[in-house]
């Protein structure tokens, strides 16, 4: 990505904790990475190493026992982490908006569709319900909404799952935000009102130049919307670079596993990689590199010491002591057909 | 070509959509309707198509964990549907079934050597002694140390759960194992495990599986040939191969262009179906998917196209290809 850019949110060895009754939980331990205007930030892992917790940090959304124990989240130029409570319900929603995996569950069921939009459009516009409600409507056109006006006086489980998603997007582009966070947004989803979903998204988004951070474990999702790609696992980044570099060269053996143990279409795959093994319990974390016991270039290095994150060039990021392995590994072609 | 052992043939599933306080009867959900096709012996049949489209309905009504509204279900040249409870319990030893999800499939107060030992205890098929033993056996090959046996299912993740869940399949070693969406509420890393644990299973024991999922890349990985299903209907049957190279049906071919595919340089038309899967409860007449399907025809809302053989073992259900 070239310097001309803006940059719009940095972040800086951000770490959440949950303090729970059975011992500290490090959920987020060390992440960075950066945002700029426009672009989309992919954020892949599996489940528990952190990406949802991550992005609830970004908007200090988390609740005891976690919390954000250190690191900055600089969102133009100023840290988030030290405002007021008032000051980040005025970024809530106007500046940074979030998008849920699970649109039953991240909507009120007792309330219209129509009403729960509008809310956010009276507190950060000061406008009047008539208004806002008005406004509602015509955001839910937007969203390809089919009757927008009888939906907005309908209650969340009288719309389909994809429909509900629309009416989250409706809702998180309300205020046009700069950045938006999107967890999951369609995993719940078919893949068809996958891609009208993801479709929509982009378009909007490219409206006003806003940026995107997305987070899945849906790698073919990430390769189709992402610019740059961060790899998580156990709480922290492993790997950070462009989307072509990741696909193609990635440096972290958990990327390349990953990139070899999925089934694709494009390719014939006669047998798939395996990544042996579990997701440790972030109570019991292996000592040195997280992915050590897991891994199949580990050396003693890595049970002992735990590697950070390196630059081996410009925009590629990677945290391993076995990069030259990996590297032999991936000039013999790790994948026919690609 | 190997011996077809399990035929379906017209099978219909519909649920009662009960009101007032009467509970009458005001409608019904036609979840399965007019469904027919085989599974040869030694295949695995992928079975593919959105949520609610009736996959896992088919399995289940083919168990008879359901019970069929109409139609036959043949199994080893007998009806499944026509036989009597305790005929079928015998039957049901070759017939198992691996359930979506690890969590709730498993019961909580069971030790794990009883959860799979169940089975061999309720077909009455060993002593105690010699089927306990049989569970470690069985947890060897699903890759548990045999060790964990009075283990609770609480103490393992989710991918071991399955792993659980596919032991407890094979107990009673049968003919056909229906996995229904086995392998989607697990992690990637976690999945391609699992996926080649029934890839060499299958090797092992020469299984048939019955595979519903509703990730097209999985089906084509694991799958020898392909059933597709759309609100209750079979729209398309093909080899694998067949399927994804020569794809004839118009909603295949939007639910292939619609999958993510993990390559950046991959380029590939995208067809974006307009609009959501109408309720089935009330299906649209004439081809089911005629409103959504960008080559309709003035027929299609008229008349329901019939599951033809378009090409030699490739059936597809459609106008398209009808006429000619």
Redesign the interface.
Known sequence: MENKEKLLLEIKDLKTHFFTEDGVVKAVDGVDFEVYQGETLGIVG??GCGKSVTAFSILRLLDYPGKTVGGEVIFKGENLLKKTEDEMRGIRGKEIAIIFQEPMTALNPVLTVGFQISEALMMHFKIGKKEAINKSVELLKKVEI?MPEERANEYPHQL?G??RQRAMIAMAMSCDPILLIADEPTTAL???????I??LMMALLREFNGSLIMIT????????IADRIAIMYAGKVVEYAD??TI?HNPLHPYTL???T??????VE?K??????G??PNPLHFPSGCKFNP?CRFATDRCKKEEPSLIKIEEGHLVRCWNVDKVVKEVKKGFLVG? | MANSLLQVKNLVKFFPIKKGVFRKTVGWIQAVDDVSFEIYEGETLGLVGESGCGKTTTALTILRLEEPTKGQVIFDGRDVVKMKKADLRKERKNMQIIFQDPYSSLDPRMKIKDIIAEGILTHNLLKVRERYKRVGELLEKVGIPAENMDSFPHEFSGGQRQRIGIARALALEPKIIMCDEAVSALDVSIRSQIINLLKDLQKEFNLTYLFIAHDLSVIKYISDRVVVMYLGKIVEIADKKELFTNTMHPYTQALISAVPVPNPDYKKERIILKGDVPSPANPPTGCRFHPRCSKVMKICSEIEPKLTEAKEGHFCACHLYNEK
């Not at chain 1, 474990?217 to 189709?224: P, S």
């Not at chain 1, 047998?271 to 042996?276: A, K, M, T």
Request: negative net charge; charged residues 25%.
């Open positions: 599996e489940s089919p389909s994809g429909m078919d893949v068809t009102i996958q891609a009208q993801l479709d474990h849906d790698l073919g999702v990430i390769a189709e989307k072509k696909f596993g990953l990139l143990s999925i089934p694709r279409l494009d795959m047998r798939l990689d395996v990544i042996p579990i997701v897991r690609v």
